[in-house]
């Protein structure tokens, strides 16, 4: 209800009489005339609608709110501005460290991700996925094979819930000639896996040499026993 509509409401109730003729009408009813005749959709089409008044309330709060603030600030809105910049910048600076965290690999996750099938069965899926270039997915299957082959030697003990990182320092020990290249295999394997970094070509024909070379190394003794039964 505006200004202006009450003074149109209370000019068309004064209006029924004579410039020279007072007007006596009582109070009470005199006032709910008034209110009767600000009913009329006239008065109230340039209202704003409900969205806009909620929005209105909303801006009015924030607006009490940083006046607040400003006011228990030091240095009133240029304080207020330079509280508001530093956590900006240290937003950036979280999402910044977050992102490198996040790309940065991990091998903490197990090895095989389902029940494993034989090592022949996963270097068939490695050599499949290496004819079509998925580099990634024949990596991780060449590597999956090279760590059954070891378990099929009774190089390494089977573990379902061994880790990339964990089978090449297992495997190094009876066969530490090839100790650097199980554990470069391992992290190539959790860049891939954990990293989400894609694999190369060349990447897959290191660790295919190396699952070769691996299928006729000669374990050496450990504890004075062979570990190898192939």
Same mark, same amino acid.
Do not use: C
């Given at each position: 209800?505006?200004?202006?509509?009450s003074?149109?409401? +209370?000019?068309?109730? &004064?209006?029924?009489?004579? %410039?020279?003729?007072?007007?006596?009408?009582?109070? +009470?009813?005199?006032?709910?005339?008034?209110? /009767?005749? &600000?009913? %009329?959709?006239?008065?109230? #089409?340039?209202?704003?609608?409900?969205?806009?008044r909620?929005?209105?309330?909303?801006?009015? /709060? +924030?607006?009490?709110?940083?006046?607040?603030?400003?006011?228990?600030?030091?240095?009133?809105?240029?304080?207020?501005?330079?509280?508001?910049?530093?956590?900006?910048?240290? +937003?950036?600076?979280? /999402?910044?460290? =977050?992102?490198?965290?996040? $790309?940065?690999?991990?091998?903490?996750?197990?090895?095989?991700?389902?029940?494993?099938?034989?090592?022949?069965?996963?270097?068939?899926?490695?050599?499949?996925?290496?004819?079509?270039?998925?580099?990634? !997915?024949?990596?991780?299957?060449?590597?999956?094979?090279?760590?059954?082959?070891?378990?099929?030697?009774?190089?390494?003990?089977?573990? !379902?819930?061994r880790?990339? %990182?964990?089978?090449?320092?297992?495997?190094?020990?009876? =066969?530490?000639?090839?100790?650097? $290249?199980?554990r470069?295999?391992?992290?190539?394997?959790?860049?891939?896996?954990?990293? $989400?970094?894609?694999?190369?070509?060349?990447?897959?024909?290191? =660790?295919?040499?190396?699952?070769?070379?691996?299928?006729?190394?000669?374990? #050496?003794?450990? %504890?004075?026993a062979?570990?190898?039964?192939?």
């Amino acid at each position: 209800m505006t200004t202006a509509g009450s003074s149109t409401a +209370v000019g068309r109730l &004064l209006a029924g009489s004579g %410039d020279d003729i007072p007007v006596r009408t009582p109070r +009470v009813p005199a006032r709910e005339a008034a209110e /009767r005749e &600000l009913t %009329d959709p006239r008065y109230h #089409q340039h209202d704003p609608n409900p969205i806009q008044r909620a929005l209105n309330w909303f801006w009015e /709060r +924030v607006d009490d709110l940083f006046n607040a603030a400003s006011g228990a600030t030091p240095g009133g809105w240029i304080g207020l501005l330079a509280i508001g910049a530093f956590i900006l910048l240290l +937003v950036v600076a979280l /999402r910044l460290r =977050l992102g490198a965290v996040r $790309r940065t690999p991990t091998t903490t996750g197990a090895l095989f991700s389902h029940t494993p099938r034989t090592a022949a069965e996963h270097r068939t899926a490695a050599d499949s996925h290496a004819a079509e270039g998925q580099w990634s !997915p024949a990596i991780q299957e060449r590597m999956r094979a090279i760590v059954l082959a070891l378990e099929e030697r009774a190089l390494l003990t089977p573990g !379902p819930g061994r880790t990339a %990182d964990e089978a090449a320092v297992e495997a190094g020990r009876p =066969l530490p000639e090839h100790a650097d $290249r199980l554990r470069a295999a391992a992290r190539t394997f959790g860049e891939i896996t954990y990293g $989400r970094r894609p694999g190369t070509k060349d990447e897959y024909a290191l =660790l295919s040499a190396l699952d070769t070379d691996l299928r006729h190394a000669k374990p #050496q003794l450990v %504890d004075g026993a062979p570990k190898s039964r192939g």
